[in-house]
């Protein structure tokens, strides 16, 4: 009895502990303060190394997720390439754990078109993976907005001579957001759903759709006023460039 009642509480406090940290990536975020992000993923895998919880295991590829594409856009290719590398060993151990979980694939197929970054040549083969393990992810999870974000950023950056379509993405990245606040808990404290409004906005901004993109910026920042990248870089660009008031 002692036993189950000790195992009880150390998952609570890793519970407890896993919301603290994501807490602190929302936060820095918001700051665009990748430097303190890193150590928060840091910090996750030593306890995971301590506890071997399995949602941890989780929130820290998430985290690594939103880590490497930063990586990617500022060309610290190397880092990008050695994150991918350990978050490839994770995904294979959270399947282990939960072979359904369309969430999981989604950060998968995520991590497959990452890939085409780091090594062009292998566009076709990494870009197949990716497309397959979403849509893997999209027949166990068919409402689940994480799924169709990954479904919108593919069809958003995909070129267009290889199926890419920047319309597509419009109406992936409208049912992703549409998904997020049909659970309105997912909408809190969660970066995931403000990078899908940023990124519907900037759709919205390529095909053309200028008042409809204003609209989701000024969502986002009456969301987050001190969203540090819509506020600071966005916005202000997208101000400048089409002369709103």
Do not use: F, T
């Given at each position: 009895m002692k036993k189950w009642i000790m195992g009880g509480l150390i998952l609570w406090a890793v519970g407890l502990q896993a919301q603290e940290y994501q807490s602190q990536i929302y936060q820095f975020y918001l700051e665009g303060r990748m430097d303190l992000w890193k150590n928060v993923m840091d910090q996750m895998n030593s306890e995971y190394e301590k506890s071997a919880s399995?949602?941890?295991?989780?929130e820290l590829t998430e985290a690594q997720y939103g880590y490497i594409a930063y990586c990617l856009s500022v060309k610290q290719k190397k880092e990008a390439a050695q994150l991918l590398d350990l978050a490839d060993e994770q995904i294979e151990t959270l399947l282990k754990w939960q072979k359904s979980?369309?969430?999981?694939?989604?950060?998968?197929?995520?991590f497959y078109g990452f890939r085409i970054q780091l090594k062009p040549l292998k566009a076709p083969s990494y870009g197949k993976k990716s497309v397959e393990t979403n849509h893997k992810a999209i027949l166990l999870g068919p409402r689940e907005p994480q799924a169709w974000m990954e479904?919108?950023?593919i069809a958003y950056y995909k070129p267009a001579l290889f199926g890419g379509s920047k319309n597509d993405a419009v109406l992936l990245y409208e049912k992703a957001v549409e998904l997020y606040e049909e659970t309105p808990e997912r909408t809190i404290q969660n970066w995931l759903y403000l990078n899908c409004l940023v990124g519907l906005g900037m759709a919205y901004e390529k095909t053309d759709q200028i008042q409809a993109a204003g609209r989701v910026y000024e969502k986002v920042l009456k969301m987050e006023p001190s969203f540090k990248w819509v506020s600071e870089e966005v916005y202000p660009q997208f101000r400048k460039k089409h002369s709103t008031n």
């Open positions: 399995m949602e941890l295991l989780y979980n369309p969430r999981i694939y989604s950060l998968q197929g995520a479904k919108a950023n």
